[in-house]
């Protein structure tokens, strides 16, 4: 099978993406405390999807496809059967979607698509394909978890999720003081961004 993807350069996105998302946030806080506004706190979301969608845009690229029944080969990359240990659908992203594979050699190869439209859909039926052909080949390929596969990236997206956890727990505890105190008043809407921390704690979780 040989299929043309609109595939989605991870590192690069996540670059993008986790580069900008505590300024934008920390930003638009921080303007929100010192002008006594409530504006900034409404741009939160609006701009965090602006940042996502242009991180996938940028990250965006044409890759060739193709699979029998031993082999894999993404862009000349040759991907053996045999020397995978398991996999994983990422499925939980707002637009994007990946099948991630534990080699044997510890490494990880992933391919990223869009997960709407055709792409989505086009992408899906690959997926399908190319998993049932692997397990006819190699039974003892295994169903795992993000954290499983992506040891090397959890070890940076950590730290940065706990410095993100950190610093919303310093805002809250600012924003309450305030509340209680009476010096200032706060806009209610800080605490949303309490929300957008909670969806990436099941990531500090370390797997065996």
Do not use: C
Not at 28 to 48: C, E, G, N, Y
Not at 100 to 108: C, I, V
């Amino acid at each position: 099978m040989k299929i043309e993807l609109k595939t989605v350069s991870t590192r690069k996105f996540l670059l993008i993406t986790l580069l900008s998302i505590p300024m934008i946030i920390g930003g638009t806080i921080a303007t929100a405390l010192l002008f006594d506004s409530k504006l900034p706190i409404f741009l939160i979301v609006p701009a965090l999807i602006g940042i996502i969608i242009i991180g996938q845009k940028k990250a965006t690229q044409k890759s060739i496809v193709e699979f029998d029944n031993e082999k894999l080969i993404v862009n000349d990359k040759i991907i053996n059967f045999s020397s995978i240990k398991g996999y994983h659908i990422n499925d939980t992203g707002l637009s994007m979607i990946a099948i991630d594979f534990k080699l044997s050699s510890n490494e990880t190869f992933t391919i990223t698509s869009s997960n709407s439209g055709k792409q989505g859909k086009k992408f899906n039926e690959f997926t399908n394909h190319l998993l049932d052909t692997v397990k006819k080949v190699n039974e003892k390929i295994e169903k795992l978890e993000y954290q499983d596969i992506h040891v090397k990236q959890m070890k940076i997206l950590r730290p940065i999720i706990i410095i993100g956890i950190v610093l919303v727990a310093v805002f809250d505890i600012l924003a309450i003081y305030n509340i209680i105190v009476g010096n200032r008043r706060m806009p209610w809407q800080i605490f949303f961004v309490n929300f957008l921390i909670l969806g990436l704690i099941p990531y500090l979780k370390k797997r065996n």
